[in-house]
């Protein structure tokens, strides 16, 4: 893929290093890392899958305190002062900045598209507006949200849907790449798209809905599948001007397929919070060649069926 013609979103903010406190009643950073390095690669990502079923799932108010409390603290507590600049701090991290702009920018113009023409799964007989653009914040080491605690960036990428921002350390590109097997731009590009997608869930109910009879691991796995849809319908439409090509589509199928719980290690599918490797691929897959949000609707199909 390139992504040279690419125009740049100016929803961004660089944070700098250490730009969210780690403490006031949270774990302190030494222990929160000492802990995930005993856990390993995998604890951490199944880490991440908690905290995401938190500030999906929770009442607002229960999951900034659950949040907080887990890693670092509650929205209002004093925050440490950041550091210079993450994307000037290397220059590897200044092109995954500019990457990640350029990606970001991408799935403006065509959420942009997709809400005008009304090509999206409706809930709740609500009707979404215009598309609102989230704001991409770069970080290094932690981060202070507005609606979700504060976080490592040992949770990785994350959205959270009290600020709608997509939260991203640069390093996590390296640790698909050497810890993942999840090399690529076009893999890359997929994480900042699922994260996308999530802003577009929010946007349009879709966090809202419960379905009947489901555990709420259940319904976390639909909400994670139909972003991972979203960030296929985000790559059909901007296969052409991105020039994606099958290497391309190749690299991001695979990170869905390292990301999958059974990949992460988890083989009790009832725990299940993102869903397994096939059903993160089908589903990105689906939203790839389709190029239609509205076939993204998986909380209308089947348990049996996702």
Known sequence: MRTDGQRRSDNYE???????????????????????????????????VVLAGIWFFAPPGIKNMVFGALIGGVPGQTQTQSEGSTCDSSPDATQACDFSRAILGSTEDVWAAQFQQGRLPRYN????????????????????TEGCGNASSEVGPFYCPGDHKLYVDPSFYDLMRDRLRAPGDFAQAYVIAHEVGHHVQNLIGATQVQVQGESQNQTSVRVELQADCFAGVWGHTARADLAIDEADLREALNAAHQIGDDALGQSNESQFTHGSSA??????????????????????VPAGQL
């Not at 403490?23 to 030494?30: D, R």
């Not at 914040?137 to 202070?144: D, L, T």
């Open 14 to 48: 660089d944070r700098g290093r250490g730009s969210g406190g780690m403490g006031g009643g949270g774990l302190p950073g030494g222990v929160l890392f000492a802990i995930l390095r005993r856990i390993g690669l995998r604890g951490i990502l199944i880490v991440g």
């Open 125 to 144: 007989n609500q009707q979404p507006g215009a598309y609102q653009n989230p704001t991409l914040v770069v970080y290094s080491g932690a981060v202070g």
């Open 279 to 300: 059903q993160r691929m089908t589903w990105f897959r689906r939203g790839f060649d389709s190029g239609d949000a509205r076939q993204c609707d998986t909380f209308n």
